[in-house]
C-alpha cells in the first residue's frame, strides 16, 4: 500500500528507489530532500504545538470554577508549563537545524532529531491542552478535538519515529 500527500491532484509520482544496499546507505540527493521535509514537519509541528499551548494558557486564565481561574491550580499549570518546557528546546533545536541546512550542512542527524522531537511533542502537548481545557476541550466547538487527531499524523509520515530513531542511531555509529 502507497500513500502519496494530494496525490488525487497529481499527473507524476516521484519515486526514490535503491535496489544496490552500498548506495542506499550513502543517501545522495534523496536523503537530502527528506532532510529538508523532515525540518519543514519540525516547524510545522512548533507552530501547532505554539497555537495549543496558547489556547490552553489563554482558557486557563479565563475559565473559573469554584471561584477562581482553573489556572491557579497547580495540577493545571503542570500541563501548561510542561508544554513550555518542551516547546522551547523543539524551537531552538529547529532554528538551528535550519540555519545549518541554510549554510550547507547536510543536516541528516539534526533533521531526524528535529523531527522526531518535535513529532512526539505535539502530540503531548495538544493531549495535556484538552485536559486544560476539560469536556468542552473535546467537543467539536473548538478546535483542539481535530487537531488532536491531525497531528497524530506526523509521527508516520516523513519517515515515522521508529525510523528516526534508526537514522539516528546510525549517525552515532550504530
Ligand atoms: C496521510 C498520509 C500521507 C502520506 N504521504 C506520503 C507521501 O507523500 N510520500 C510518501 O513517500 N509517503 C507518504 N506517506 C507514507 C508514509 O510515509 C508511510 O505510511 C510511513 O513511512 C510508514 O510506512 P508504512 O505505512 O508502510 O508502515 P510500515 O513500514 O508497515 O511500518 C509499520 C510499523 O513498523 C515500523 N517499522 C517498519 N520498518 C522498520 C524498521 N526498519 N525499523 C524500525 N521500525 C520499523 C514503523 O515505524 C511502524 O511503526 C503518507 C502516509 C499517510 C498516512
Not at 47 to 63: F, M, P, S, V, W
Not at 81 to 90: I, M, N, R, T, Y
Request: with cysteine.
Amino acid at each position: 500500500m502507497h500513500f502519496i500527500t494530494n496525490g488525487k491532484h497529481a499527473d507524476f509520482a516521484l519515486v526514490f528507489a535503491a535496489n544496490d544496499r552500498t548506495k542506499r546507505a550513502q543517501g545522495g540527493a534523496a536523503m537530502q530532500f527528506l532532510a529538508m521535509g523532515r525540518l519543514s514537519i519540525g516547524a510545522m509541528c512548533n507552530g501547532i504545538a505554539e497555537y495549543c499551548l496558547n489556547l490552553g494558557i489563554d482558557y486557563a486564565k479565563e475559565r473559573r470554577a469554584f471561584d477562581r481561574p482553573v489556572g491557579k491550580n497547580q495540577y493545571v499549570q503542570g500541563h501548561i508549563v510542561d508544554s513550555v518546557v518542551e516547546l522551547k528546546p523543539a524551537k531552538l533545536m529547529t532554528y538551528e537545524c535550519a540555519w545549518k541546512y541554510d549554510n550547507g550542512d547536510p543536516v541528516i542527524q539534526e533533521s531526524s532529531i528535529v523531527k522526531l522531537y518535535s513529532a512526539e511533542m505535539v502530540n503531548r502537548v495538544v493531549d495535556r491542552m484538552i485536559q486544560v481545557h476539560g469536556g468542552i476541550g473535546w467537543m467539536r466547538e473548538l478546535p483542539l478535538e481535530r487537531i488532536y487527531r491531525l497531528v497524530r499524523i506526523f509521527t508516520l509520515v516523513e519517515g515515522t519515529s521508529e525510523i528516526q530513531r534508526h537514522i539516528i542511531a546510525k549517525t552515532v555509529g550504530l
